[in-house]
């Protein structure tokens, strides 16, 4: 166990729709990352958060949209849901800035499904 | 562009076999390397990384990886790999952001 929660563990969706995934960091971590992993584009970083504010900007639709809460925990919406969207959504926290991928502790992952 | 190649999408030994799996990565300037691996129904862990120093990193569980900048390479290697080692295994490459390879998929035979 990491200490890094994630909700929901799986989501079905259907085409058009939003939702919200949601990361809760180890305690005492600041930085929040968000990462994509589907069979074609492997995994992805999406964007990182640290201490309340966006820090680095990876592949990220402008259809997706992240935040972090004065809490740490972090949400990751996505809208005008596609097909192409169906992946795992991992979430992973690190204490400070860090260089992206350092000593980063990842969660268990949620799995959309889009249909 | 920047790119983090994985040579192997999937390779089946036999325990006690000799492990490496190849890592490229296409980065101009300073960059930092690392090793994951997911174990089965679990979270991505972090295996070893290399920010600068002796290229030669040792990780947990017995791996190691080189870096060798000549080669824009950072092979992952293991003396002797056990059944527990099946896992799929991801390369990565950062400088202000992290770019993975699309991993490679370990499964040794008992």
Partial sequence: DSGVTQTPK???????????????????DLSVYWYQQSLDQGLQFLIQYYNGEERAKGNILERFSAQQFPDLHSELNLSSLELGDSALYFCASSVGLAVPGGEQYFGPGTRLTVT | ???????????????????????NYSYGGTVNLFWYVQYPG??????????????????????????????????LRKPSVQWSDTAEYFCAASDDKIIFGKGTRLHILP
């Fill in chain 2, 1 to 23: 562009a920047q790119s983090v190649s994985q040579h192997n999408h999937h390779v089946i030994l036999s325990e006690a076999a000799s492990l490496e799996l190849g890592c």
């Fill in chain 2, 42 to 75: 679990q979270h991505l862990q972090l295996l070893l990384k290399y920010f600068s120093g002796d290229p030669l990193v040792k990780g947990i569980k017995g791996f190691e990886a080189e870096f060798i900048k000549s080669k824009f390479s950072f092979n």
């Fill in chain 1, 10 to 28: 799986h989501l079905i969706t259907a085409t058009g729709q939003r939702v919200t995934l949601r990361c809760s960091p180890r305690s005492g």
